[in-house]
């Protein structure tokens, strides 16, 4: 992994704090390696932080896909059950009632 120069407002950043900071008998040399090491923290949470934010995208977009799967396996559960010989059942009394009716007066005008 290529590391690529740090931007200005990193380092501007860097050398604001290590002013800030900065002790009477301090060299410029000094302040200038303080606000390197400034630098290279700042870049590194930043680092951090981008990382940790893919993580969280990629649990999100699991999770995501995770929960359309199960939606998609209820759709289709539904489908199927409606497709399913309990819909023949439903219709079973009509059919019974029909049948004895029709033997009802079968035997009455017979």
């Known amino acids: 992994?290529?590391?690529?120069?740090?931007?200005i407002e990193t380092q501007q950043?860097?050398?604001?704090?290590?002013k800030a900071t900065q002790k009477p008998s301090q060299t410029k040399e000094q302040t200038k390696l303080i606000a390197q090491g400034i630098q290279s923290g700042i870049e590194l949470y930043k680092r951090q932080q981008k990382?940790?934010?893919?993580?969280?995208?990629?649990?999100?977009k699991k999770q995501i896909k995770e929960k359309n799967i199960e939606q998609n396996d209820d759709t289709h559960d539904v489908i199927s059950v409606s497709s399913s010989p309990s819909s023949f059942l439903i219709?079973?009394?009509?059919?019974?009632?029909?049948?004895?009716?029709?033997?009802?007066?079968?035997?009455?005008f017979r």
């Open 51 to 60: 990382q940790k934010s893919r993580e969280r995208d990629k649990l999100r």
């Open 13 to 18: 950043e860097a050398l604001k704090m290590a």
């Open 91 to 108: 219709g079973l009394p009509w059919i019974l009632l029909v049948l004895s009716w029709a033997g009802f007066l079968f035997y009455y």
């Open 1 to 7: 992994m290529s590391k690529s120069s740090p931007s």
